[in-house]
């Protein structure tokens, strides 16, 4: 597979680690009284779709940056990458707003 | 017989002509031949035998669908078995020999398996040998063994090396028939960087095999001349001797090129075979059309052969199978072959055409509406039995007979990403449909099959991808040859008494297609597991659409509605050793050294490997025979007065930044918000799920300024995880990471004159006094008259010891300044081995314990883990089921006889329970021999352990049938108050 | 004086650098230089930049390439992170340098023990390397900088010149394998 990096362009994904569904960036408020199940929900229970799904992919041998990949899990058509650290950010800034 | 079958013409070297042998006798050939076209050329014919029946066969074909013609080369460690003859380029000295026989090719003792065609049907593995049960194991399972398969490995290491490699380009052509010429000429032109990729020796394909002129030029040297013009160009790579092997995700393809296979002797140390990973924008596939045969009546004697793969012999390599042969077809190609054979000077035996309307062909015995239905000739073809349009059946002599049922587009690659070909009426073929993004496909393997039609669809079709990349194709004037149709009517088998072979490789013959329909296999899935029909080497290349056929007639379909076996990659065989490539014996992996590994050499360290770094495990004395001694020894000089250990491979992080604080606070489960400058403490990470992730300990350097150490196992993941909380969890905060693991080379320093040890390396304006840098300091100082370094008071072996690192360049300066300086104390470098004994002695936890299971409260660290802010693990570590009084808790243990042993890996059982795993108590994780207590001692997860100490269990190791009492303990063995370290 | 001098060794453990000539291409291990990364604060790109193009003679490359001055030279090699290469004689402690400039608005490590580094030149540099990397060696132009993989290993590879001149950066303590996989690579295709 060919993940194509928003910085350095396609990259082999042999330089590339999977950690698998995108929402883990989504960590939940250790303060809310209902926490623990909060974060049970958050660490395991994830979609696993036949079709589009939002990946977190690690760029180990490379920049080090972890990226938001979009694939289709049936055809491994890849359809979007982002830079996570761009993804948590807006993610948070809408938490705040 | 004549034996000698050579033709004028051709494109063999008649001036460089090659010694070889098969089977022991020599033969002549030209440079040129393949190992097929000289034996044929020399009058053989039989060069192999039959899965199943042991059957004689000779050549199907003239290229690598080859089913029949396989043999063994490259004698003794080299051996490799199932090499199709038709794609073996002869060389100089060639040693061939035939395999699935004995004791000879012409007389072979399992051949007496074709007297009993009833007890090798479909499915013959699950009827004949069921029964009586018990024999299946003993008698019947090694007996198929020994009589299945083809050629045998030697069973001894291969002595040649093969490399990988990773080619880039904006379109990959595959094939250099005349389509892929066409292709790879408008890429080229275009300025674009093309590879073309070509399985057999020379560029061309059928232009090769064919009498077709282009461009008032014979076909091959038209190929030749584009040839020429594609190789002086820089922006094209050719690759000949290269089969594209599968087609991958996102226009990744591999190629595996044969680099010295054609060679006499292959320079020492250079690859015999690339695999290629190709990465292509854009790819043409021209990969050309296959003949198949049509089934009948004894089909598979030597000398029966594609109609095609005749014309390959006699134009290619101006070899005839025989002086006189017939041509049986159903279709207009078929019939070349009787003019380019009259045109060398071969007699036309006969041609037999299914079709009663197809053209006629003066001076040649020709049958129309006729269907060959036998052959004769034990050992290969004399004879052929005909049955005329008016049912009459006359014979017919001959050596040869061409059989062309049509060609099969070479849509393999095309399905590699799960594309389904569709059927066309028209051509009675399979064209590719649902082809990998990136992927067109022109000329034959297309459908497209007139050399004419090839050009064009070739040209075509680069010309649209080229213009997809933002190229400017030329354009240019396409060259001129035939464009002649096909004409083909279905024609699939011929009924008779005798069998017709469909998957001459695996001898399934129709009769047993149609027993497996009988008995109730519907799908062609199933079709092709339970008759083994297009299986092995070469994949029914030449069988497929034939049992395809036969199987729709049988089940009363269409062929589409039949569908077809999915194609998966390789599309040809792949030698393991490829597959390897350089990552074999002592270049599996890379192995990482330690700044001492050049010193501790010298002093003659046993290494052990810890990952992928290699460690001294231990350092023998002279005269010390057993490991114990030297470990021993090392451990306890080290309690007594110093020892040294290179411990530079736990993983280093450097954590920077004005939210670095916050940033190792939420990473630990313990508390690192008041950690001072100047100092370090024990961190526990966990994962968000609450188990230990990894331990270690963080120094602070500035107020704004880390340095976090992991064990060695975890480096990689730790950072990994950092990287992940850092950008993915808390983009707001201001941290920056980075490994420097390598860039420092660190000692510790270990045992109660270590820091007299090193008042002699550290420059001495720095004060090492216990007041002033005491237990879990750390500083930057100089050593050794101003060479930077940083000390680190942390002590994994419980005494007063020290961390002391330096630029790694100079590690192995510093650890020989360190033994010099340490003669007065008599310091002993010590290995991993003295390393694990220590933390065991002093019930330190290591990867033995952090195995992924286990929880701050496991390890008695539960009040570590602070609920007054927010951590990874914190929340969740707080469930129920990990908190329950059961819980496992670390515990020490010790034999109740001293003098027993017992090993890690054991489990407890209360004294009077039976060893069951309902009984389970928990388990042992750590043991070693404690020289400073004089008996073995282990650390282990005992139920509600941290309350049982005292009580005695048992520790039982089922696998050694092992089980010692011990009593349960503190994992403390030694200095439980740490007075030790803290003197 | 001090009692001990301290004297450092080559990345593969010898006191004189290795200097090998296979077919076309020759492969040196270059110790002379110190290398350090920096990275900025968040909050300081602007400041940075300016400081950095002052103190380095050069702004600060993008991804996936370098740049040098007649003292340093530096490549991308994370976002918002660079590593600085300067000669050892010179800039013995890199770090220590570049902190001093840059102070607050960059975290600076010092990483030169923590590499080896190999200069490859020749005609047939290309294809040595595609027997090893999996970028794409052919079209990589001068001042490229990527980090990749060559047989397992991490490495950073920068182009000095196009087709003629690599440097692969690896991490110290897999020079000895590193080097071995450069040889033989040269071996394959010399």
Request: with cysteine.
């Amino acid at each position: 597979m060919i993940i194509e990096h928003p910085l350095l362009g396609p990259r082999d994904a042999q330089e590339f680690t999977c950690l698998g569904d995108a929402s883990l960036i989504n960590r939940p408020d250790w303060q809310e009284d209902d926490a623990v199940n909060r974060f049970y929900e958050y660490l395991y229970l994830r979609d696993n779709p036949a079709g589009e799904h939002r990946e977190l992919w690690y760029h180990e041998q490379g920049d080090r940056s972890w990226l938001v990949v979009t694939r289709n899990t049936v055809t491994h058509e890849i359809l979007r990458v982002e830079l996570a650290i761009d993804v948590a950010r807006t993610a948070r800034s809408k938490d705040r707003t | 017989m004549s034996t000698d079958n050579r033709l004028e013409g051709g494109l063999v070297d008649r001036s460089s002509s090659v010694r070889f042998s098969f089977d022991g006798a020599s033969y002549t050939g030209f440079k040129g031949d393949t190992l097929a076209s000289a034996l044929l050329a020399n009058g053989v014919r039989l060069m192999g035998r039959s899965f199943k029946y042991h059957r004689p066969r000779g050549p199907l074909t003239a290229g690598p669908e080859e089913p029949n013609a396989l043999v063994e080369l490259r004698g003794k460690n080299r051996r490799e078995p199932n090499t199709r003859a038709t794609t073996v380029e002869l060389f100089d000295g060639l040693e061939a020999d035939s395999q699935n026989r004995w004791p000879s090719l012409k007389f072979d003792a399992l051949a007496i398996n074709d007297l009993m065609p009833s007890l090798f049907a479909a499915g013959f593995y699950y009827k004949t040998f069921m029964w009586p049960k018990a024999f299946w194991e003993k008698l019947y399972e090694p007996l198929i063994r020994r009589a299945a398969g083809l050629g045998s490995l030697s069973g001894e290491p291969d002595p040649d090396v093969y490399d990988k490699g990773f080619l880039h380009c904006d379109m990959l052509v595959i094939g250099s028939g005349p389509a892929g010429l066409a292709a790879a000429l408008a890429g080229g032109r275009a300025g674009a960087r093309v590879i073309l990729a070509e399985e057999d020796f020379i560029v061309g394909g059928r232009l090769n095999a064919e009498s077709f002129s282009v461009d008032d030029k014979p076909g091959h040297e038209w190929a030749r001349s584009v040839f020429d013009e594609l190789s002086s160009m820089a922006n094209v790579r050719i690759l000949t001797r290269t089969a594209v092997i599968g087609a991958f995700d996102h226009g990744v393809y591999g190629a595996l090129e044969r680099l010295t296979d054609h060679l006499a002797t292959a320079e020492p140390g250079k690859p015999r075979q690339v695999l290629w990973r190709i990465y292509a924008k854009r790819t043409v596939l021209c990969a050309g059309a296959t003949e198949r045969p049509i089934a009948f009546p004894n089909n598979d004697r030597p000398g029966i052969m594609l109609s095609g793969a005749i014309r390959s012999y006699v134009n290619r390599f101006a070899t005839t199978p025989g002086k006189k042969v017939a041509i049986f077809t159903n279709n207009d190609d078929g019939l070349r072959t009787v003019t380019d054979l009259k045109a060398k000077g071969v007699e036309i035996a006969a041609v037999i055409d299914t079709r009663t309307d197809g053209p006629s062909i003066d001076n040649v015995t020709h049958f129309q509406g006729a269907r060959v239905v036998d052959t004769k000739g034990r050992y290969g073809l004399q004879e052929i039995t005909v049955e005329q349009a008016n049912g009459k059946t006359c014979r017919i002599d001959c050596l040869a007979l061409g059989v062309s049922g049509g060609w099969n587009p070479n849509v393999h690659l095309t399905c590699h990403q799960r594309g389904r070909p569709v059927w066309d009426e028209s051509l009675a073929a399979f064209l590719p449909h649902g082809v990998p993004e990136g992927m067109q496909v022109a000329g034959a393997a297309n459908g497209e099959l007139s050399t004419a039609a090839a050009f064009a669809t070739g040209a075509r079709t680069a010309g649209e991808a080229l213009e997809d990349l933002g190229f400017k194709a030329t354009g240019g004037k396409l060259p001129q040859s035939e464009d002649d149709p096909v004409n083909i009517s279905p024609f699939w088998y011929v009924e008779g008494k005798g069998r017709a072979w469909v998957d001459l490789q695996n001898d399934v013959t129709v009769k047993d297609i149609k027993l497996a329909h009988q008995e109730g296999y519907r799908s062609v899935e199933h079709l092709k597991r339970y008759t083994t029909l297009g299986m092995a080497t070469d994949q029914g290349k030449t069988a497929n659409i034939t049992g395809l056929a036969v199987m729709a007639e049988a089940t009363g379909k269409s062929i589409p509605e039949t569908g077809t076996t999915i194609f998966r990659p390789p599309y040809s065989p792949v030698a393991i050793g490829a597959f390897a490539g350089r990552h074999r014996d002592m270049s599996f992996r890379p192995v990482r050294k330690t700044p001492s590994h050049k010193w501790a050499e010298e002093q003659g360290a046993v290494f052990v490997e810890a990952g992928q770094w290699l460690r001294a495990q231990w350092y023998p004395q002279s005269g010390e025979t057993h490991w114990r001694e030297s470990v021993d020894r090392e451990v306890l000089a080290t309690r007594k007065s110093v020892g040294i250990c290179d411990v530079t491979t736990l993983g280093k992080i450097d954590i920077q930044g004005a939210d670095a604080t916050r940033f190792v606070n939420a990473v630990y489960c313990n508390a690192f918000a008041k950690l001072p400058v100047n100092k370090v403490r024990y961190g526990l990470m966990l994962r968000e799920d609450g188990m230990v992730m990894d331990d270690g300990t963080t120094a602070r350097l500035a107020e704004d300024h880390y340095v976090m150490t992991t064990t060695t196992a975890n480096a990689g993941p730790v950072f990994r995880h950092l990287e992940f909380c850092r950008q993915c969890l808390w983009p707001e905060l201001d941290v920056q990471l980075i490994s420097t693991t390598e860039a420092w080379a660190q000692f510790a320093v270990a045992g109660p004159n270590s820091r007299g040890l090193l008042r002699k390396i550290v420059d001495r304006d720095f004060d090492l006094s216990n007041d002033a840098f005491p237990f879990m300091g750390c500083a930057e100082v100089t050593v050794c008259g101003g060479l930077r370094a940083r000390l680190f008071r942390i002590s994994f072996s419980g005494e007063l010891a020290y961390e002391i690192a330096v630029p790694t360049r100079y590690g192995d300066a510093l650890v020989r300044a360190l033994m010099k300086a340490g003669e007065e104390f008599d310091v002993t470098p010590y290995g991993t081995e003295a390393l694990g004994v220590m933390r065991i002695e002093k019930g330190h936890v290591t990867g033995n314990e952090l195995n992924g299971t286990i929880t701050a409260l496991n390890l008695g660290m539960e009040r570590m883990v602070s609920s007054k802010k927010d951590s990874i693990g914190t929340v969740l570590s707080r469930r129920e089921g990990m908190n329950h009084g059961d819980a496992l808790k670390l515990v020490g243990l010790r034999p109740v006889d001293a003098s027993q042993a017992f090993a890690a890996g054991s489990h407890f059982m209360k004294r009077g329970d039976e060893a069951s795993a309902a009984n389970d108590q928990g388990y042992m994780t750590s043991v070693c021999f404690s020289p400073n207590l004089g008996h073995a001692i282990g650390l282990g997860f005992l139920k509600d352990g941290a309350n049982r100490i005292g009580e005695v269990v048992r520790a039982v190791n089922p696998l050694q049938k092992q089980e010692t009492e011990v009593e349960v303990v503190s994992p403390h063995f030694i200095d439980p108050e740490g007075e030790r370290l803290r003197g | 004086m001090a009692e001990y001098q301290l004297e450092p060794i080559n990345a593969l453990g010898l006191s004189e650098t290795v200097d090998a000539e296979i077919g076309l291409v020759r492969i040196v291990e270059n110790n002379a230089n110190s290398l350090a990364s920096i990275a900025i604060r968040l909050g300081n790109e602007k400041k940075f930049s300016s400081s950095a193009r002052k103190l380095l003679g050069f702004a600060l490359p993008g991804p996936g390439e370098s740049a040098s001055s007649k003292t340093y030279s530096a490549f991308w090699s994370a976002p918002n992170q660079w590593f600085v290469e300067a000669s050892e004689k010179s800039h013995a402690d890199i770090a220590h340098i570049l902190k001093e400039e840059l102070a607050e608005m960059a975290s600076v490590t010092e990483q030169t023990g923590g590499w080896c580094r190999f200069d490859i030149e020749g005609k047939t540099v290309t294809s040595m390397l595609e027997r090893l990397c999996m970028l794409d060696m052919a079209g990589m132009k001068a001042g490229a900088a990527n980090r990749s993989v060559i047989e397992h290993i991490g490495v950073f590879l920068l182009c000095r010149r196009e087709h003629e001149a690599i440097s692969v950066y690896g991490p110290r303590s897999m020079a000895d394998s590193l080097h071995h996989a450069l040889i033989a690579a040269a071996k394959s295709i010399a």
